[in-house]
T-cell receptor
Framework: NAGVTQTPKFQVLKTGQSMTLQCAQD?????MSWYRQDPGMGLRLIHY???????DQGEVPNGYNVSRSTTEDFPLRLLSAAPSQTSVYFC??????????????FGPGTRLTVL | AQKVTQAQTEISVVEKEDVTLDCVYE???????LFWYKQPPSGELVFLIR??????QNEISGRYSWNFQKSTSSFNFTITASQVVDSAVYFC?????????????FGAGTILRVKS
């Protein structure tokens, strides 16, 4: 199992550009999430999904879009990048209810810089 | 709303010292889960432990131990005989469970520096 994979590892964007951060998992996890990590603030939830075709907003959703067309993939789209979106982005996945452990497993992260 | 507070921003110890990382949480839910994650300098997040709200037993795993006290809403983490490899950022996190999407609320993290 590769676990949770994220691409790219690093990205530099100019203000106003758009891009998609990719996330995939091969553990047949029902739940997937995106978090951003900023210095001194821990990780904050951007969007999450409880299954294919179902997504919802987290704590800091503005400026980001998500969709979940398959169980395996959960891409995060930046519509028009802003310097405030400079951060490290983590994707996570876990089982859903009634399927055992609630623990979320994280991908390696994508370090994004917006100039 | 849920909240996790890690009041210690940074701790420095000398190798072989014991160190305790504090975590205080807030939630109105009676069912919840508490976690500790480690983030070494390489940047990945490593799961350490999960504890549910109905299990107040302390846990020991090698040099690591966790003390969960519902009465004080705390879930503290102790490393015994610290080693340089323990240097990392440690995050405490709270979830109210899979029925709510397994959403995690993180504390700000504690930077642990272990000097040789």
């Amino acid at each position: 199992n590769a676990g949770v994979t994220q691409t790219p590892k690093f990205q530099v964007l100019k203000t106003g550009q758009s891009m998609t951060l990719q996330c995939a998992q091969d553990m047949n996890h029902e739940y997937m999430s995106w978090y951003r990590q900023d210095p001194g603030m821990g990780l904050r939830l951007i969007h999450y999904s409880v299954g294919a075709g179902i997504t919802d907003q987290g704590e800091v959703p503005n400026g980001y879009n998500v969709s979940r067309s398959t169980t395996e993939d959960f891409p995060l789209r930046l519509l028009s990048a802003a310097p405030s979106q400079t951060s490290v982005y983590f994707c996570a996945s876990s089982y859903g209810p009634g399927q055992g452990a609630d623990t979320q497993y994280f991908g390696p992260g994508t370090r994004l810089t917006v100039l | 709303a849920q909240k996790v507070t890690q009041a210690q921003t940074e701790i420095s110890v000398v190798e072989k010292e014991d160190v305790t990382l504090d975590c205080v949480y807030e939630t109105r839910d009676t069912t919840y889960y508490l976690f500790w994650y480690k983030q070494p300098p390489s940047g990945e997040l490593v799961f350490l432990i999960r504890r549910n709200s109905f299990d107040e037993q302390n846990e020991i795993s090698g040099r690591y131990s966790w003390n969960f006290q519902k009465s004080t809403s705390s879930f503290n983490f102790t490393i015994t005989a610290s080693q340089v490899v323990d240097s990392a950022v440690y995050f405490c996190a709270l979830s109210v469970g899979p029925e709510y999407g397994n959403k995690l609320v993180f504390g700000a993290g504690t930077i642990l520096r272990v000097k040789s």
